[in-house]
Antibody
């Protein structure tokens, strides 16, 4: 069974940094593209970043470009999101989400999310 | 960026009703559309992809259609477990974008 478990969220002051992790199990992690998607409290879904299976291709939303860095460790079945220069508007639940094997850019499995709160 | 406009933003319906949710893209997305269901406090769940392909394990009362810029999610006979918020998502181009959501509530 596919499991994605995010961790690393918490309260951070504006301008601060945080590193999110996503531990994957139940599938061959190194064969799958991965994403981060966030959801501000009471709001809709916003895609944040994508990384290909071998980390050779990476995309970011304009709202986080230059501040966030996605990475992965296939040997440890883990996905990461380094978040720097955090802003209040980055407050959200952050989900890691798996891409399907067909190469299309939707999300077939999601973790339960980790809450990041940017507040002074 | 491709903007996705969902309508309605909310609706009230009864068990057994037929429910239709629409999603309009700001440009053609070549059937590169997925639908998700989200219940309060839970992660989204994939329902359909490529406009009309049902994800494994999803009940057949869910169906999708559309082409070009206009797409539809239909629930043929609403069940108690279907009360949730539904989102469309285009994956034709990055940035990947979602509709604003449709909350389906009990009448």
């Amino acid at each position: 069974e596919v499991h994605l478990v995010e961790s690393g969220g918490g309260l951070v002051q504006p301008g601060g940094s945080l590193r999110l992790s996503c531990a994957a199990s139940g599938f061959t992690f190194s064969s799958y593209e991965m994403n981060w998607v966030r959801q501000a409290p009471g709001k809709g879904l916003e895609w944040v970043s994508y990384i290909s299976s071998s980390a050779t291709t990476i995309y970011y939303a304009d709202s986080v470009k230059g501040r966030f860095t996605i990475s992965r460790d296939n040997a440890k079945n883990s996905l990461f999101l380094q978040m720097n220069s955090l802003r209040a508007e980055d407050t959200a639940v952050y989900y890691c989400a798996r891409g399907p094997t067909n190469g299309w850019f939707y999300f077939d499995y999601w973790g339960q999310g980790t809450l990041v709160t940017g507040s002074s | 960026d491709i903007q996705m406009t969902q309508s309605p933003s909310s609706l009230s319906a009864s068990v057994g009703d037929r429910v239709t949710i629409t999603c309009r893209a700001s440009q053609g997305i070549s059937n590169s559309l997925a639908w998700y269901q989200q219940k309060p406090g839970k992660a989204p769940k994939l329902l359909l992809y490529a406009t009309s392909r049902l994800e494994s394990g999803v009940p057949s009362r869910f169906s999708g259609s559309g082409f070009g810029t206009d797409y539809t999610l239909t629930i043929s006979s609403l069940q108690p477990e279907d009360f949730a918020t539904y989102y469309c998502q285009q994956y034709s181009k990055t940035p990947l974008t979602f509709g604003g959501g449709t909350k389906v509530e009990i009448k």
